[in-house]
C-alpha cells in the first residue's frame, strides 16, 4: 500500500498484513495492519513504527515523500513487539533523530535494542513538542494496554495518534471509516471493534473510562483518531469514543450465546432445545461449538451478550478441554455484568457443570443455578427440561440486563 494523507503533510505510512491469522494466540480471520505515521514539517517526525517483518515496507513509503535522514523526531507510542521492532531499522537511516518514549518504555526496549548511540527523550504526560507549524502532546495512558502506553495529539490538525487503542484487527485497502463502510459494512466494523475489545483490553474497562474522562477534561477536539491497527477514524471519530465508554462500562445485547463442546454429540443435543427455549422467550441467541470456532470469536460473543450458557460433558470428573481453556482465557479477561449459566452431559459421574460454576464464581459472574445435566444422552424428557431451561434462563437474563 503506498502512503495516504490523512490531512495536509499527515500521511499513513504503515504496512497491510492480508495473512497473519495468529496474532499472540490471538486468531485474526480478517488480517490486520500496522499503522504508523509521518507529519512533514520543519522537524519531520515520525509516529511509531512497524512489526519488523514490514520495515522495508514502512521505509519505501517513507522514501516516497522524505529522505529518511530528515527525519527529527521518532515517538513511539508502545514498545509491543508490532510497533517497535523495525525502530532500529529507521534509526539506522535517521541516526540523528531523537527519539520520544516514556520511562517505562526506554526501560523495555534497552532489553531489545542497544540504544546507547541514540538520542532518547523521556516524556512525561502533558509534556508537548513542537515541530514547526504544529504541536504534539503526548498524554500517559499506563495499562492501555501495557504500562509503556501512551497517545499523541497534533494540537493544530486535531488528530489523535491512540496506538493500540480504538484500533482493530482489519486488513484492508480502505484507510479511512466512512471508505471501508463503503465497501464492507458498518456491521463489520463494529464487530471488529467488539473483537479487539473483548480480546485484548476488556479487562482495562475502568482504566479507559478514566482515560477517555481525562481527555474529555482538558478540553481536546478531535477530528480524526489513527490507531496503530485497523481502519482511521475520521468520519465519526465520536461514534468509536462513545463505542470504548459503553464497552468499558460492561454493555451488552440483551441476547444469549451457547458455548459448549462436545465429546458424543450428547452435550450437543442438548443444544438445540436449549436455544429454542431461549428465542421462544423472545432473545435472540447465536450457538458456538468451540472446536469449530476460535477461542477469540467466542469470547467476543461471550461479552457481546449479557447472558451466556456454557456446556461441556464430563471427562475425568472436569469440564472438557476447550471449555477449560476458554474459562482459563475468561480468567485472565475479567469480564463483569454477566449472567451465566452451565449444561452438559455425563456418564457414571458428574462434574463439569459444578467446575464451570466454580469458576463463573471466582470471577464475581452473576450465575443462574442449579444447572442442568443429562444422564448419557438426552431423552425426550430430557429435552423438554432443556427448552424449559433454556426460556428460564432467558427470563432471567431479561431482568438482570434491566438492571443495568
Same mark, same amino acid.
Given at each position: ?8 503533510d499527515i500521511?499513513?505510512? $504503515?504496512?497491510v498484513d492480508?495473512?497473519?491469522r495468529?496474532f499472540h ?6 488480517g490486520?495492519?500496522?499503522?504508523n ?9 515520525l509516529?511509531?513504527t512497524?512489526?519488523?517483518?514490514f ?8 522514501k516516497t ?5 530528515k527525519?527529527k ?18 534509526m539506522?537511516?535517521a541516526?540523528k ?11 523495555a526496549l ?21 515541530i ?10 499506563p +495499562? ?5 502506553? +501512551? ?5 493544530e490538525?486535531?488528530?489523535?495518534f491512540?496506538q ?10 480502505a ?5 471501508f ?17 473483548a480480546?485484548?483490553? +476488556? ?15 482538558a478540553?481536546?477536539?478531535?477530528e480524526m483518531?489513527?490507531?496503530?491497527? =485497523? ?6 471519530p ?8 459503553d ?22 443435543? +442438548? ?7 431461549v ?16 477461542q477469540?470469536?467466542?469470547? /467476543?460473543?461471550?461479552? /457481546?451478550?449479557r447472558?451466556?450458557?456454557? $456446556?461441556?460433558?464430563t471427562l ?15 480468567r485472565?479477561l ?6 451465566? =449459566? ?9 462434574g463439569?457443570?459444578?467446575?464451570i ?19 448419557y ?8 427440561r ?17 438492571t443495568?
Amino acid at each position: 500500500m503506498k502512503p495516504t494523507e490523512l490531512k495536509n503533510d499527515i500521511y499513513w505510512v $504503515g504496512a497491510v498484513d492480508w495473512a497473519v491469522r495468529d496474532f499472540h494466540g490471538y486468531e485474526t480471520p480478517r488480517g490486520t495492519s500496522y499503522n504508523n505515521y509521518l507529519i512533514l514539517d520543519n522537524d519531520p517526525t515520525l509516529i511509531d513504527t512497524v512489526k519488523h517483518d514490514f520495515a522495508d515496507t514502512t521505509i519505501k513509503n517513507i522514501k516516497t515523500l522524505i529522505e529518511p535522514s530528515k527525519i527529527k523526531h521518532v515517538v513511539i507510542n508502545h514498545i509491543e513487539n508490532d510497533h517497535a521492532t523495525s525502530i532500529d531499522r529507521i534509526m539506522a537511516l535517521a541516526p540523528k533523530a531523537t527519539v520520544y518514549m516514556t520511562e517505562r518504555a526506554r526501560k523495555a526496549l534497552d532489553r531489545f535494542f542497544d540504544m546507547s548511540g541514540w538520542k532518547v527523550k523521556i516524556v512525561k504526560n502533558g509534556e508537548s513538542l513542537n515541530i514547526g507549524k504544529r504541536t504534539l502532546l503526548f498524554l500517559e495512558t499506563p +495499562m492501555l494496554h501495557w504500562p509503556d502506553s +501512551m497517545v499523541t495529539y497534533v494540537k493544530e490538525d486535531k488528530v489523535l495518534f491512540s496506538q493500540d487503542a480504538f484500533g482493530q484487527h482489519i486488513a484492508s485497502s480502505a484507510r479511512f471509516d466512512d471508505e471501508f463502510v463503503t465497501c464492507a459494512s458498518m456491521w463489520e466494523l463494529e464487530d471488529a471493534v467488539w473483537d479487539y475489545y473483548a480480546n485484548i483490553l +476488556m479487562p482495562f474497562g475502568q482504566l479507559i473510562k478514566a482515560k477517555i474522562g481525562e481527555i474529555v477534561k482538558a478540553g481536546l477536539e478531535i477530528e480524526m483518531i489513527a490507531p496503530d491497527h =485497523g481502519i482511521i477514524w475520521r468520519k465519526d471519530p465520536g461514534k468509536i469514543i462513545q463505542m470504548y465508554l459503553d464497552m468499558a462500562a460492561g454493555k451488552a445485547t440483551q441476547s444469549v450465546t451457547i458455548i459448549y463442546d462436545t465429546m458424543w454429540q450428547s452435550t450437543e443435543a +442438548m443444544t438445540q432445545p436449549l436455544a429454542r427455549g431461549v428465542n421462544d422467550e423472545g432473545l435472540d441467541c447465536k450457538v458456538i461449538k468451540l472446536r469449530a470456532t476460535p477461542q477469540s470469536v467466542a469470547a /467476543k460473543e461471550f461479552w /457481546k451478550s449479557r447472558g451466556t450458557l456454557i $456446556g461441556s460433558p464430563t471427562l475425568n470428573n472436569l469440564t472438557f478441554p476447550t471449555i477449560a481453556q476458554f474459562l482459563a482465557n475468561l480468567r485472565g479477561l475479567r469480564p463483569k455484568n454477566r449472567l451465566v =449459566g452451565a449444561f452438559g452431559s455425563f456418564g457414571w459421574g458428574g462434574g463439569a457443570v459444578k467446575e464451570i460454576y466454580d469458576e463463573a464464581k471466582k470471577l464475581g459472574l452473576a450465575v443462574f443455578e442449579p444447572g442442568l445435566q443429562v444422564l448419557y444422552r438426552p431423552s425426550l424428557e430430557d429435552e423438554a427440561r432443556c427448552y424449559e431451561f433454556g426460556r428460564a434462563f432467558a427470563t432471567k437474563v431479561k431482568e438482570y440486563h434491566a438492571t443495568f
